[in-house]
């Protein structure tokens, strides 16, 4: 049966709230996990040059998958058991190759995907660094961010400490001399952080107009057409970026609203 798809797994907070919301105004919706994506599902699928060709079947009712639009909330996900394969690197292979398989089909679709494949692969994850770049290349106001190469010596000068490894966390003056020797990142403090949601081509959250014009574009640089950009106010007053992510954990109900009203009208189109 013809439908709006959701890849997600099955605690996915805002793929569960799209869904309802989508029942709720009576669409069609098939939700699918990563385990019934590799194992619930017959697959055909069959490139040759520029033709792609797909057949996607559930095998517990032999109903055909048939998008009219998809939200593909699958970037990181585990496709197999663990205990499946008999070792790390059948395990590693296998992953690798459905996710190729899924990169390809969504890639193919010629319905709306939100959260399509990224120059070819299913996600592409991105640093703070690489996203800071590309806000500022699209004309938006960024958060001072500099790497020190030793967290023992590191002098503050009003500057947060933040952990390389997750950015958006400061680090207390005992954490930094725990880690000793290693690099770490300085950051201009924010006040009133907040998430700025890109929909296609609709904003969310928006916190102040002047960013309106340049918010799409890092969207658009990256191939992402759903994204979390997140802004922090400084010492001066003033909105900057300081991350994003083209997988948002979830979001207020205008988020739920835009996202189901797009694939609502997508599908509509498709039907």
Request: proline letters at 7%; one cysteine or more; glycine letters at 8%.
């Amino acid at each position: 049966m013809s439908s709006i798809v959701i890849l997600a797994d099955e605690g996915d907070l805002l793929a569960i709230r799209v869904a309802a919301a989508l029942r709720r105004d009576r669409c069609p919706v098939t939700v699918l996990t990563a385990t019934q994506l590799s194992l619930g599902c017959e697959w055909t699928h069959r490139l040759a040059g520029t033709t792609v060709t797909s057949h996607v079947r559930l095998r517990a009712d032999h109903a055909d998958v048939v998008p009219l639009a998809v939200l593909n909330r699958l970037p990181a996900s585990r496709f197999f058991p663990a205990q499946l394969w008999s070792s790390p690197a059948d395990a590693g292979y296998a992953e690798a190759e459905f996710s190729a398989l899924l990169a390809s089909w969504l890639a193919s679709l010629r319905c709306v995907v939100l959260g399509p494949p990224q120059s070819g692969l299913l996600s592409q994850p991105r640093g703070l660094f690489e996203w800071l770049a590309l806000a500022r290349a699209a004309g938006l106001p960024v958060q001072t961010v500099t790497l020190a190469n030793d967290a023992t010596a590191v002098d503050r000068r009003g500057m947060l400490v933040l952990d390389p490894f997750e950015p958006g966390r400061p680090l207390s003056k005992t954490e930094a001399y725990v880690i000793g020797r290693n690099p770490v990142l300085l950051a201009e403090p924010l006040a009133d952080l907040r998430s700025v949601f890109v929909v296609g081509g609709q904003l969310v959250d928006v916190p102040e107009d002047g960013l309106t014009p340049a918010l799409v574009r890092p969207g658009d640089q990256t191939e992402s057409n759903l994204l979390e950009c997140r802004f922090g106010r400084t010492v001066a007053g003033r909105w900057v970026f300081c991350g994003a992510s083209s997988a948002p954990h979830d979001g207020p109900a205008a988020l739920v609203s835009a996202i189901s009203t797009l694939l609502a009208a997508a599908a509509q189109v498709a039907a």
